[in-house]
């Protein structure tokens, strides 16, 4: 139960985290779909119910997990597990599945938060999460590190003069 509870967890406190109401519900009905969950509630930081959902038929032997989800030292909310204890005994099957399930879906989530949508470059909250990284490495092995910039001069002009749309292939070009 713990291993299920924490995969969900993960998941739920991203979601929570980016507002995101689709990766909130896709979340909580992905949880239900595991044998082992009859229901997955998740409450904001005011206690407020953000989504629910489970079963249609009540199990008679249930067991009840509260999740604090936590970001950046901070309670953003909590989750609420149901788990259907007449089901544990294909927990390990179940698991897996689940874990890699929710593991599919937080790389494709995440892809969208830290790549802009039109370039397919890295925006800034990916920018400076990699920048980050870089820096903490650089330490690490005590090697320099470079960063080079550029600035494309007169692109209002481009916008101006030829419109958005050709606007959008020159930066897609030049990304």
């Known amino acids: 139960m713990n291993i ?4 969900i967890s993960i998941s739920t406190t991203e979601a929570l985290w980016f507002l995101s ?18 229901s997955a509630t998740l409450y904001n930081h005011d206690n407020k119910q953000v989504a629910h959902n489970q079963k249609t038929q009540l199990s008679t032997n249930t067991h009840k997990i ?9 309670e953003i909310g909590t989750l609420s597990l149901v788990f259907d204890m007449d089901e544990m005994g294909e927990l390990g099957k179940s698991m897996d599945k689940t874990r890699l399930s929710l593991k599919k879906m937080f790389h494709k989530l995440e892809a969208k938060v830290i790549y802009d949508n039109l370039t397919k470059v890295y925006n800034r909250y990916g920018f ?5 990284n870089e820096i903490k490495r650089s ?3 005590n090697r320099p590190l470079s960063l080079i910039m550029f600035d494309i001069d007169f692109f209002k002009k481009v916008n101006d003069s030829h419109g958005h749309l050709v606007g959008d292939k020159v930066l897609v070009t030049i990304c």
């Open 4 to 7: 299920i509870s924490d995969s």
């Open 21 to 38: 109401q689709e990766w909130i519900d896709i979340v909580v009905q992905s949880a239900v779909k595991n044998e082992k969950v009859y």
């Open 66 to 74: 509260i999740v604090p989800l936590i970001k950046q030292n901070e």
């Open 128 to 132: 400076e999460t990699l920048f980050n």
């Open 139 to 141: 330490s690490r092995y």
